[in-house]
């Protein structure tokens, strides 16, 4: 990711040498920006008393156009109910540059004061920014628009066409981005632009657009708009559910996540948690890791555990400034190599991927003895805001974030479920009706096999023993220390040690020998570190982890097992109506569980989705079905 350079050119226009071009015209940057894009557009008038609108722009620049429609959205007399804007820009402005340019419009200070304040850190991929307490959302996409565009998901009501000028940037307005952009388009969209180039035109007329000239602002004698006109089926159609309410298997950090998603969506939310109060199985212990795991390559792993590291920070905030909070501690997080190969390793990648300090650092042994306070006979990745999380806390935040619109209902087993009617119920063990809703969504972790239409998937369960350790037992520890085991700084005067990883050993007494295990794994970070823990005395936890046989999640619709025996092996087997997965999330509930949430729930209210097509696809639980069938 490399970052704008923002200058100012001599009549104080901002200016961007690397395009060697200025962001917006010499003769007022608002006034251009409600005369091109929403006037072009025909906004606000084309939103009014939509339930969402979506528009997508090429090129966020300095956030001009976003403010401005914000702003619009604000003074609208009937706003849609949700905004989505999402944004493409591949060198976006650091936090400091955006405040520089942003001070020449004082009318939008405050939203863009609030915008700066949710600025996320600079990394290739999608970032969300929730703002109007959900009703406006930023998706940003950082990287270049000829590929980002492919991997989108969504359907866009109104394109902003912006960036600097063909001439200066041609990628952003060659014949391969108008297709992208197609694809992309519902029906009946509409876009505007400035520029009425003829190889934009002709590249835009033949992926069916209608176009139109009409006249520009201040010196620009003329602008283009256009209307698709395709009637080709949309390949991510934003259909919504008619009825909006959700039943919610599981109170655990993926149930609780996605309870709040739904809600802040309007949705109705009933949670069954068979346990007497949230968090209580997997979700139950008293301190949890946070923080990514990169790779040189940038593997899915990477991508996602980067992605959701990123989305459970601004979720923990969010939580904060709702008043609802959850217990969590960005003590910073040092993962530590097991060995010279592995350090060697975890020195490249970070060299390769060069992302923002803050994110990630490489530190030899002794930057990390010297950060850590303790002699370590390794370096490795240091995550300044890393830390960690209580997970009972999270799920209960969660929780409580829409009490009008979130029903728990705890002690409350569910024996089975059934769709009767258009509706899925919930039972329970003589077979009663605890509770329906038009769509069901499982998150009760291990137990979701015991359910029929869940039982087919390649789910196990992982037991983990962790271990307390007092605060007298141990050195003073402020970091989270993570590699082969974990150590969490003081939590309600305990240290967390962990963890056991046991497939299908569905005990759940505490084991002497697995405490032992965690010592010597504790030992194995920081040397001598529990040397004076007193085995016999230890005392923790077992819970059960769901895990997949990829370690990814498995979020989205449930395929059907019975489709037509005449379809072909290679497409995608449909999905049975309302029924949705929120899975095997194993060792990283905290760091999935904010995205997750968010890309289920997206799923399932037809809004732009918050991760790449790939990875979309890669988390889907339809996957293992069509590597059998195949």
């Given at each position: 990711?490399?970052?704008?350079?923002?200058?100012?050119?001599?009549?104080?226009?901002?200016?961007?040498?690397q395009?060697?071009?200025v962001?917006?015209s010499?003769?007022?940057?608002?006034?251009?920006?409600?005369?091109?894009?929403?006037?072009g557009?025909?906004?606000?008038?084309?939103?009014?008393?939509?339930?969402?609108?979506?528009?997508l722009?090429?090129g966020?620049?300095?956030?001009?156009n976003?403010?401005?429609?914000?702003?619009?959205?604000?003074?609208?007399?009937?706003?849609?109910?949700?905004?989505?804007?999402?944004?493409?820009?591949?060198?976006?402005?650091?936090?400091?540059?955006?405040?520089?340019?942003?001070?020449?419009w004082?009318?939008f200070?405050?939203?863009?004061?609030?915008?700066?304040?949710?600025?996320?850190?600079?990394?290739?991929g999608?970032?969300?920014?929730?703002?109007?307490?959900?009703?406006?959302?930023?998706?940003?996409?950082?990287?270049?628009?000829?590929?980002?565009?492919?991997?989108?998901?969504l359907a866009?009501?109104?394109?902003?066409?912006?960036?600097?000028?063909?001439?200066?940037n041609?990628?952003l307005?060659?014949p391969?981005?108008?297709?992208?952009?197609a694809?992309?388009?519902?029906?009946?969209?509409?876009?505007?632009?400035?520029?009425?180039?003829?190889?934009?035109?002709e590249?835009?007329?033949?992926?069916?657009f209608?176009?139109?000239?009409?006249?520009?602002?201040?010196?620009?004698?003329?602008?283009?708009?256009?209307?698709?006109?395709?009637?080709?089926?949309?390949?991510?159609?934003?259909?919504?559910?008619?009825?909006?309410?959700?039943?919610?298997?599981?109170?655990?950090?993926?149930?609780?996540s996605?309870?709040a998603?739904?809600?802040?969506?309007?949705?109705?939310?009933?949670?069954?948690?068979?346990?007497?109060?949230?968090?209580?199985?997997?979700?139950?212990?008293?301190?949890?890791?946070?923080?990514?795991?990169?790779?040189?390559d940038?593997?899915?792993?990477?991508?996602?555990?980067?992605?959701?590291f990123?989305?459970?920070?601004?979720?923990l905030?969010?939580?904060?400034e709702?008043?609802?909070?959850a217990r969590?501690?960005?003590?910073?997080?040092?993962?530590?190599?097991r060995?010279a190969?592995?350090?060697?390793?975890?020195?490249?990648a970070?060299?390769?991927?060069?992302l923002?300090?803050?994110?990630?650092?490489?530190?030899?042994?002794?930057?990390?003895?010297?950060?850590?306070?303790?002699?370590?006979?390794?370096?490795?990745?240091?995550?300044?805001?890393?830390?960690?999380?209580?997970?009972?806390?999270?799920?209960?935040?969660?929780?409580?974030?829409?009490?009008?619109?979130i029903?728990?209902?705890?002690?409350c087993?569910?024996?089975?479920?059934?769709?009767?009617?258009?509706?899925?119920?919930a039972?329970?063990?003589?077979?009663?009706?605890?509770?329906?809703?038009?769509?069901?969504?499982?998150?009760?972790?291990?137990?979701?096999?015991?359910?029929a239409p869940?039982?087919w998937?390649p789910?196990?369960?992982?037991?983990?023993?962790?271990?307390?350790?007092?605060?007298?037992?141990t050195?003073?520890?402020?970091?989270?220390?993570?590699?082969?085991?974990?150590?969490?700084?003081?939590?309600?005067?305990?240290?967390?040690?962990?963890?056991?990883y046991?497939?299908?050993?569905?005990d759940a007494?505490?084991?002497?020998?697995e405490?032992?295990?965690?010592?010597h794994?504790?030992n194995?970070?920081?040397?001598?570190?529990?040397?004076?823990?007193?085995?016999?005395?230890?005392?923790?936890?077992?819970?059960?982890?769901?895990?997949?046989?990829?370690?990814?999640?498995?979020?989205?619709?449930?395929?059907?097992l019975?489709?037509?025996?005449?379809?072909?092996?290679?497409?995608?087997?449909?999905?049975?109506?309302?029924?949705w997965?929120?899975?095997?999330?194993?060792?990283?509930?905290?760091v999935?569980?904010?995205?997750?949430?968010?890309?289920?729930a997206?799923?399932?209210?037809?809004d732009?989705?918050?991760?790449?097509?790939?990875?979309?696809h890669a988390?889907?639980?339809?996957?293992?079905?069509?590597k059998?069938?195949?």
């Amino acid at each position: 990711m490399q970052p704008a350079l923002l200058t100012f050119a001599p009549d104080g226009t901002p200016y961007s040498e690397q395009y060697d071009d200025v962001y917006h015209s010499c003769h007022g940057g608002p006034e251009q920006a409600r005369h091109v894009f929403l006037g072009g557009n025909g906004l606000p008038e084309r939103w009014q008393g939509r339930e969402q609108f979506v528009i997508l722009e090429t090129g966020f620049g300095l956030g001009l156009n976003f403010l401005v429609t914000w702003a619009a959205w604000r003074a609208s007399a009937s706003p849609c109910r949700r905004l989505h804007f999402v944004s493409v820009e591949k060198h976006p402005l650091s936090r400091s540059d955006l405040a520089r340019a942003q001070a020449a419009w004082p009318q939008f200070a405050p939203l863009a004061a609030e915008l700066r304040a949710r600025w996320p850190v600079l990394t290739p991929g999608i970032h969300r920014i929730f703002l109007e307490q959900g009703q406006v959302t930023l998706t940003l996409v950082l990287g270049d628009a000829s590929r980002e565009l492919r991997r989108l998901m969504l359907a866009a009501d109104a394109f902003y066409l912006d960036g600097f000028s063909p001439a200066k940037n041609p990628d952003l307005w060659s014949p391969e981005l108008c297709k992208a952009i197609a694809r992309l388009a519902a029906p009946c969209a509409t876009l505007a632009t400035w520029s009425v180039a003829g190889s934009l035109r002709e590249a835009l007329a033949a992926n069916e657009f209608a176009l139109e000239k009409r006249p520009g602002f201040a010196g620009k004698r003329q602008m283009l708009v256009g209307a698709y006109r395709s009637q080709k089926p949309h390949p991510y159609p934003a259909v919504a559910s008619s009825e909006q309410r959700a039943l919610v298997i599981g109170a655990g950090v993926a149930g609780s996540s996605a309870a709040a998603a739904l809600a802040a969506r309007g949705w109705q939310v009933e949670v069954l948690e068979r346990a007497q109060k949230p968090g209580q199985g997997a979700s139950g212990n008293l301190a949890g890791v946070m923080r990514p795991l990169p790779s040189a390559d940038d593997n899915f792993l990477a991508r996602l555990t980067r992605a959701g590291f990123l989305a459970a920070l601004n979720h923990l905030k969010m939580l904060e400034e709702a008043g609802t909070p959850a217990r969590w501690g960005q003590s910073g997080a040092m993962h530590l190599a097991r060995d010279a190969a592995h350090e060697a390793t975890q020195a490249r990648a970070a060299a390769r991927l060069r992302l923002p300090p803050e994110l990630l650092q490489y530190l030899d042994k002794t930057a990390a003895s010297a950060l850590l306070g303790w002699p370590v006979e390794r370096g490795g990745w240091y995550f300044a805001l890393g830390g960690w999380v209580q997970p009972p806390s999270l799920c209960e935040a969660n929780l409580r974030l829409f009490p009008e619109r979130i029903t728990l209902r705890c002690a409350c087993p569910v024996a089975g479920i059934r769709r009767m009617d258009g509706t899925w119920q919930a039972l329970d063990a003589d077979g009663k009706i605890l509770a329906a809703a038009p769509h069901l969504v499982m998150a009760s972790g291990v137990d979701a096999p015991r359910f029929a239409p869940f039982a087919w998937l390649p789910q196990k369960a992982a037991r983990g023993q962790v271990t307390w350790l007092p605060a007298a037992s141990t050195p003073a520890l402020n970091l989270l220390v993570c590699g082969q085991g974990y150590v969490t700084p003081l939590v309600d005067g305990l240290r967390v040690a962990g963890a056991s990883y046991l497939l299908d050993d569905m005990d759940a007494a505490e084991r002497p020998a697995e405490h032992l295990e965690n010592l010597h794994k504790l030992n194995g970070l920081l040397p001598g570190f529990a040397a004076q823990a007193v085995p016999e005395a230890l005392r923790g936890r077992v819970g059960f982890r769901p895990m997949s046989p990829d370690r990814l999640p498995m979020v989205g619709a449930m395929p059907d097992l019975h489709p037509d025996p005449q379809r072909s092996p290679r497409r995608h087997p449909p999905a049975q109506p309302g029924l949705w997965c929120l899975q095997g999330f194993g060792s990283r509930g905290i760091v999935w569980s904010a995205l997750m949430a968010d890309l289920l729930a997206s799923r399932m209210n037809g809004d732009p989705l918050p991760l790449e097509y790939d990875l979309t696809h890669a988390l889907a639980p339809e996957r293992f079905l069509i590597k059998n069938m195949r």
